[in-house]
């Protein structure tokens, strides 16, 4: 996975292979505990979208720019040429089952 740095120029060179972008943050478990995940599917969906995340600690400007005021972490987008999808939370609130792989592939199923 790279940086949103990257990927700012990346969208703009290669708009046809849609990105996965995450907002996360090393103070949160959720963010700490779907990094393996996006890991994962970064090299299982590595012909079909480009993934990247920020971190909000370190990246402030980028967060400040592209994550919407209000939003917590972990947040993510998928965006294509044609519009920007917010990833919807999960409704259950159980860590072990939020943000799971299997969610994560339904989402990148249904937009390829």
Same mark, same amino acid.
């Given at each position: 996975?790279?940086?949103?740095?990257?990927?700012?120029?990346?969208?703009?060179?290669?708009?046809?292979?849609?990105?996965?972008?995450?907002?996360?943050? &090393?103070?949160?478990?959720?963010?700490?505990?779907?990094?393996?995940?996006? &890991?994962?599917?970064?090299?299982?969906?590595?012909? &079909?979208?480009?993934?990247?995340?920020?971190?909000?600690?370190?990246?402030?400007?980028?967060? &400040?720019?592209?994550?919407?005021?209000?939003?917590?972490?972990?947040?993510?987008?998928?965006?294509?040429?044609?519009?920007?999808?917010?990833?919807?939370?999960?409704?259950?609130?159980?860590?072990?089952?939020?943000?799971?792989?299997?969610?994560?592939?339904?989402?990148?199923?249904?937009?390829?």
């Amino acid at each position: 996975m790279r940086n949103l740095t990257y990927a700012e120029k990346h969208l703009l060179e290669n708009p046809e292979q849609p990105s996965v972008v995450f907002f996360t943050s &090393d103070g949160c478990y959720l963010c700490v505990a779907l990094k393996p995940i996006l &890991d994962k599917l970064s090299k299982e969906y590595c012909n &079909d979208f480009n993934f990247y995340k920020v971190n909000i600690s370190e990246e402030k400007e980028l967060s &400040d720019k592209f994550l919407p005021k209000g939003e917590g972490v972990p947040t993510g987008f998928v965006i294509t040429k044609e519009k920007v999808y917010k990833i919807k939370d999960p409704e259950k609130s159980d860590p072990k089952s939020w943000y799971s792989e299997g969610y994560l592939k339904n989402i990148l199923d249904l937009l390829k």
